[in-house]
């Protein structure tokens, strides 16, 4: 069950929805009434879809979610479906049923009754909750603490981000303070080897305006070398990817253009 379970998940975070939960169907998981895990996975793939359903069919999509969840949370002490049973109860337009889950999650957290979750998401968790207390200035604070427990976690805060822009979206307030919180970008390079006049900074100032968190690519003699020393610069994780042996690729992508490069 397990190794189903990991493809499932990683098409759910493709963003495969259908796919998941068609493979997700096909194991019987969908039927599963006592198992907190699934019924949780269920959740998320049910939430999954009804935000890309129509707006006609996304209401009856979320209930499911949150039936799912719900369920979920009757199982196991984890925070995690208590906190997407609110949000979808929220997104669903119950602001007074979604508070009432939100705030009673709050008490359980406070009186240490929650699930293994990490540290990040204890406190994303915390953060979920208050925003749908209307309490920003005290979800800001939580939020701002579970990045500093985990700041390298960035698929996790990616996530965090987008439920709460749609709870932000629902409520028809200024997201604009999650800027603090925003993931930065994924770069890829690749160029000439050849670097014609000012190339060199014309790359440098295309790399420090991307702002890269993290940056792939080889390092052949010019375009590629620069890219790297600029995202580096920049503080960026480096990540290189040769397509052969680092001799040959040296011999035959960086020799070539002087022993400077």
């Known amino acids: 069950m397990k190794s189903r379970l990991a493809i499932i998940r990683r098409l759910a975070r493709g963003g495969a929805a259908a796919r998941a939960w068609t493979a997700f169907a096909a194991a019987g998981f969908d039927t599963r009434t006592d198992d907190a895990t699934l ?52 997104l669903r337009g119950d602001k007074a049923a979604a508070q009432t889950l939100a705030q009673d999650l709050l008490d359980l957290i406070a009186q240490g009754r929650h699930g293994g979750e990490t540290p990040y998401w204890l406190e994303a968790t915390r953060a979920e909750a208050l925003l749908l207390l209307d309490k920003t200035a005290e979800a800001q604070a939580a939020l701002r603490h579970a990045v500093k427990t985990a700041p390298h976690a960035r698929e996790d805060r990616a996530a965090t981000l987008r439920q709460f822009r749609r709870i932000i979206a629902m409520s028809g307030g200024d997201d604009g303070w999650l800027d603090e919180f925003a993931v930065r970008p994924v770069m890829h390079f690749r160029g000439p080897m050849a670097l014609p006049g000012s190339a060199a900074e014309a790359i440098t100032a295309a790399v420090t305006a991307i702002a890269p968190a993290m940056a792939y690519g080889a390092l052949a003699a010019g375009t590629d070398i620069v890219a790297a020393e600029a995202a580096l610069a920049m503080g960026a994780e480096l990540h290189i990817i040769l397509p052969g042996p680092v001799d040959l690729f040296r011999q035959c992508s960086v020799e070539p253009l002087g022993p400077d490069w």
């Open 39 to 90: 019924l949780t996975l269920k959740g998320r793939l049910l939430k999954d879809l009804a935000m890309q359903a129509g707006e006609g069919e996304r209401s009856a999509g979320l209930r499911a979610a949150a039936e799912a969840y719900s369920a979920a949370a009757q199982l196991s002490d984890d925070s995690y479906p208590r906190i997407n049973a609110a949000t979808l109860v929220y």
